[in-house]
């Protein structure tokens, strides 16, 4: 049996496999963000592309994406938090994602942000070039970017 490597202790086809497949979409942020995580350790590189805010998957490398994945050992998530309601459509998770390169441990602490659009869940990418924040949102919601999926980059 393959345990997942998001670390659910559940066997990778009953975790985050359907959701690399498109069977399943994931309910909340939470699942997203360790179906994402798990996506690195398997090198499903599309559904980590799918998986970013549509206005900004341009902008993804994705070649290094995949360098990333597959030079980095994926050693382990841990969630601390999941604010599951900051407003009806964003949550943010506080993770440490565990990892080793060239032979030495990491790990990376983050809080990341996410946006439901159209009912999925989607991260958005800090390390590629954000809007103006006076300009439309790029989550589509017709709000300025400041006063919507800005509010997490000030
Ligand atoms: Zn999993
Ligand atoms: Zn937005």
């Not at 066997?11 to 498109?22: A, M, R, S, W």
């Not at 549509?54 to 999941?82: K, N």
């Not at 459509?89 to 032979?103: K, L």
Request: net charge positive; aromatic share 10%.
């Amino acid at each position: 049996m393959n345990l997942c490597p998001c670390q659910s202790e559940q066997p990778y086809e009953n975790c985050c496999q359907p959701y690399h497949q498109n069977h399943r979409q994931p309910e909340t942020a939470e699942q997203l963000m360790c179906s994402r995580y798990a996506a690195y350790a398997m090198q499903q590189i599309d559904y980590i592309i799918q998986t970013t805010v549509p206005a900004q998957q341009h902008q993804l490398d994705r070649a290094s994406i995949e360098q990333w994945s597959r030079s980095a050992q994926w050693l382990g998530l841990v969630v601390h938090r999941h604010l599951a309601k900051i407003s009806p459509s964003h949550a943010q998770v506080d993770f440490t994602a565990h990892f080793a390169e060239h032979g030495t441990a990491h790990q990376h602490r983050e809080l990341s942000a996410f946006v439901q659009i159209n009912g999925r869940w989607y991260f958005i990418d800090p390390t590629v070039a954000l809007p103006s924040m006076k300009t439309p949102c790029i989550c589509g919601s017709g709000r300025k970017f400041k006063a919507c999926c800005g509010q997490f980059f000030k």
